[in-house]
């Protein structure tokens, strides 16, 4: 027993407390309620783990709730894109569900507060009031209209909701405390006069609830035991119980906010009002960019489920803040993707070598395993002929000592094939290597059982067959920042840390079989990389994105 508390996360403990101390198992509600203003990016990740981890854990329901109360930044593309990403990491949400279909019942509630003296109209602008709650070692001053008679607040609020006021003229704010040290008891804005369309419930309001009285007011409605949120949101726990406390009736769930660490990720920004510019500022090609830390951008880049809910079991649910090395990511995705990949052949910087005393008109189906990971993976064929294309960089006419791969002279494996040895190259009028001249022991094919063919060389190389050859656009993409921490800095904007060299785009070759590959499957291009198959690729433009590099020296 006490083996199993050590293993719990501090968030299971206190469930395990509650349950221990009169909650019904059948009470527990989670729910993963994301702001539909923006893509989630990979600090989201973390969250939906916890909630809908808990879900499974306990055997209870989560929901997707949608905390749309403000119509200026929300977007229906948001909400489509955020039950993809939730669907596509593997988790199913009990109901869907929305801050704004409860707009009516919390008006009603504001309305009960005016009548209770908990809650006033106030005429003054925005910069007032903020200028009056002060510090939190200094007593705010109450506004003005702060004991104005309760039918005069009721009668401005009920024209504030009929549109008769402008934007900005008054609000309604709760009565709490304005010498409280906590800035967020000190009279807080309850709602503002927004005459902005909401993309679900059009002109109906004219004004719109704040994210506070909305979010536990929504959490009470849906009855969650447990309203899990990040560490920004633990001063907000005050003011989330007291509007709990004006509505809470004996008999229903007590709801409880508890707080977890957000999660940073080295050489990434998680910033949605940052995120937006990157892509408004045209440093990045939309949201599902692969250099984007969105969910949407993983995705596209290759990375998958498995990969990031590896990651975040590993990174755990802490109470303090810390920044996440990239490289553990990158970690998880690799272990991932050598599992599940299937192995291909690509040359990314071609350059031609002739096999001289191979028949000119002769090719061969080799037989190779399509990943010797997965016994289940099955073999594929792949032409080979007089004509192939390496890398260029796999080669050099006169190579120090501990260069492994062709020279002239010396000896390689073609990867699935035979020993070839290189004898001369061919220069154009800039002196540039056009071709290389190599001839080969045909007794040294892999795999045909013959003594020659267990002859060992040091190096191993990949390869095309010219005449075989797909024609593949090839984008390598790197860390989108040059700094750990690119919104550190305060004095700097972040785009001075862009990286210039986050995407290279090549144009290689490829074996005939990558026009088989699916959209969004893994494959590993022999000795180069991880890559996916882009959403640009058409029938006659193959593109690839290299998700990771095949190796990293960091070990979790």
């Known amino acids: 027993m006490e083996e199993e508390k050590k293993r719990l996360n501090f968030i299971e403990q206190i469930i395990e407390d509650d349950l221990a101390n009169g909650m019904k198992r059948e009470q527990l509600r989670f729910r993963f309620p994301p702001e539909p203003n923006g893509y989630l990016h990979i600090g989201h990740t973390k969250a939906i783990c916890i909630n809908f981890g808990l879900g499974e854990k306990y055997n209870a329901p989560v929901n997707l709730r949608f905390d749309d109360t403000n119509p200026e930044k929300e977007e229906q593309e948001y909400v489509d894109s955020i039950k993809e990403d939730v669907s596509w990491l593997g988790f199913q949400w009990d109901q869907e569900?929305?801050?704004?279909?409860?707009?009516?019942?919390?008006?009603?509630?504001?309305?009960?507060?005016?009548?209770?003296g908990k809650a006033y109209v106030d005429e003054q602008p925005s910069e007032i009031i903020t200028e009056q709650r002060k510090n939190p070692i200094e007593p705010g001053i109450e506004s003005p209209y702060r004991n104005r008679p309760v039918e005069e607040s009721l009668d401005l609020f009920q024209r504030m909701?009929?549109?008769?006021?402008?934007?900005?003229?008054?609000?309604?704010?709760?009565?709490?405390?304005m010498t409280s040290p906590n800035m967020n008891m000190r009279d807080p804005v309850m709602y503002r006069i927004l005459k902005r369309p909401h993309h679900r419930t059009g002109d109906q309001w004219k004004i719109y609830p704040m994210y506070d009285w909305a979010h536990g007011e929504s959490?009470?409605?849906?009855?969650?035991?447990?309203?899990?949120?990040?560490?920004?949101?633990?001063?907000?726990?005050?003011?989330?119980?007291?509007?709990?406390?004006?509505?809470?009736?004996?008999?229903?769930?007590?709801?409880?906010?508890?707080?977890?660490?957000?999660?940073?990720?080295?050489?990434?920004?998680?910033?949605?009002?940052?995120?937006?510019?990157?892509?408004?500022e045209g440093v990045v090609n939309g949201w599902d960019d692969p250099r984007m830390?969105?969910?949407?951008?993983?995705?596209?880049?290759?990375?998958?489920?498995?990969?990031?809910k590896n990651f975040i079991e590993r990174v755990g649910v802490a109470k303090r803040e810390n920044l996440i090395d990239i490289q553990l990511l990158e970690f998880f995705v690799r272990e991932d993707l050598n599992k599940i990949a299937r192995r291909m052949m690509a040359v990314k910087d071609p350059v031609k070598l002739i096999i001289e005393n191979y028949p000119e008109d002769h090719e061969e189906w080799l037989e190779t395993e399509n990943n010797p990971e997965d016994?289940?993976?099955?073999?594929?064929?792949?032409?080979?002929?007089?004509?192939?294309?390496?890398?260029?960089?796999?080669?050099?006419?006169?190579?120090?000592?501990?260069?492994?791969?062709?020279?002239?002279?010396?000896?390689?494996?073609?990867?699935?094939?035979?020993?070839?040895?290189?004898?001369?190259?061919?220069?154009?009028?800039?002196?540039?290597?056009?071709?290389?001249?190599?001839?080969?022991?045909?007794?040294?094919?892999?795999?045909?059982?013959?003594?020659?063919?267990?002859?060992?060389?040091?190096?191993?190389?990949?390869?095309?067959?010219?005449?075989?050859?797909?024609?593949?656009?090839?984008?390598?993409?790197?860390?989108?920042?040059?700094?750990?921490?690119?919104?550190?800095?305060?004095?700097?904007?972040?785009?001075?840390?862009?990286?210039?060299?986050?995407?290279?785009?090549?144009?290689?070759y490829a074996e005939p079989a990558i026009q088989e590959m699916e959209t969004g499957q893994p494959i590993q291009f022999q000795r180069?990389?991880?890559?996916?198959?882009?959403?640009?690729?058409?029938?006659?433009?193959?593109?690839?994105?290299?998700?990771?590099?095949?190796?990293?020296?960091?070990?979790?």
Not at 260 to 280: C, D, E, G, P, Q
Request: glycine share 6%; charged share 30%; aromatic share 12%.
């Open 97 to 116: 569900l929305y801050a704004s279909d409860y707009f009516q019942q919390l008006y009603e509630w504001a309305v009960q507060m005016i009548k209770d």
């Open 375 to 508: 016994p289940n993976a099955g073999t594929r064929k792949i032409p080979f002929s007089r004509e192939i294309w390496i890398e260029r960089e796999d080669f050099m006419e006169e190579a120090p000592k501990k260069f492994f791969r062709l020279s002239i002279g010396n000896e390689v494996r073609l990867k699935s094939a035979y020993i070839i040895k290189a004898e001369r190259v061919e220069r154009d009028e800039n002196g540039e290597i056009i071709t290389i001249y190599a001839t080969y022991d045909p007794d040294t094919r892999s795999g045909s059982g013959s003594e020659a063919s267990q002859r060992k060389v040091k190096g191993t190389l990949h390869w095309v067959s010219v005449k075989h050859a797909v024609p593949v656009e090839i984008r390598i993409y790197d860390r989108l920042f040059t700094v750990e921490q690119p919104d550190a800095e305060k004095d700097s904007d972040f785009l001075e840390f862009i990286n210039p060299d986050s995407l290279t785009v090549v144009y290689g």
């Open 219 to 280: 959490d009470y409605i849906e009855q969650i035991s447990h309203s899990l949120c990040s560490l920004e949101f633990e001063n907000h726990r005050p003011l989330y119980d007291w509007y709990l406390d004006q509505v809470y009736e004996e008999g229903n769930v007590r709801n409880k906010q508890r707080e977890f660490a957000r999660m940073n990720v080295s050489y990434m920004i998680t910033s949605k009002r940052k995120l937006h510019r990157l892509v408004k």
């Open 293 to 308: 830390p969105t969910i949407s951008g993983l995705r596209r880049k290759g990375y998958t489920p498995a990969s990031i």
């Open 528 to 556: 180069i990389g991880y890559f996916t198959k882009d959403t640009d690729s058409t029938g006659d433009r193959l593109v690839f994105n290299r998700t990771v590099t095949l190796k990293d020296s960091y070990k979790p």
């Open 161 to 177: 909701k009929a549109g008769e006021f402008e934007e900005g003229t008054m609000s309604l704010r709760a009565k709490i405390d």
